[in-house]
Nanobody
Framework: QVQLVESGGGLVQPGGSLRLSCTAS????????MGWYRQAPGKQRESVAS???????NYADSVKGRFTISRDNAKNTVLLQMNSLKHEDTAVYYC?????????WGQGTQVTVSS
């Protein structure tokens, strides 16, 4: 069992930056594929970025070059650095942890990009 707690969301102006953090409890963090998803009002949840246990990363086209995902296995933490934020990045952001058998989700953190 893995519990995920996100933090770092908030209100930011267009062009600004935020860093989201997700801390996992439980064992075996380094073996999980970690990811960030987001869900805007009236839209389906979509993948933003992921990082495998090997460190390989993937990004949605909409965030490439602006967002960076990283992990610190010693701290059971995954980060999402978000730069050059746009209005369309406004959403609830969720952290996920996946292994062969299960997918776990955090409770989400709100990111609002507005002037």
């Amino acid at each position: 069992q893995v519990q995920l707690v996100e933090s770092g969301g908030g209100l930011v102006q267009p062009g600004g930056s935020l860093r989201l953090s997700c801390t996992a409890s439980g064992s075996g963090f380094s073996l999980y594929a970690m990811g960030w998803y987001r869900q805007a009002p009236g839209k389906q949840r979509e993948s933003v970025a992921s990082i495998a246990s090997s460190g390989t990363t993937n990004y949605a086209d909409s965030v490439k070059g602006r967002f960076t995902i990283s992990r610190d296995n010693a701290k059971n933490t995954v980060l999402l650095q978000m730069n050059s934020l746009k209005h369309e990045d406004t959403a609830v952001y969720y952290c996920s942890a996946k292994n062969f058998w299960n997918t776990y989700w955090g409770q989400g953190t709100q990111v609002t990009v507005s002037s």
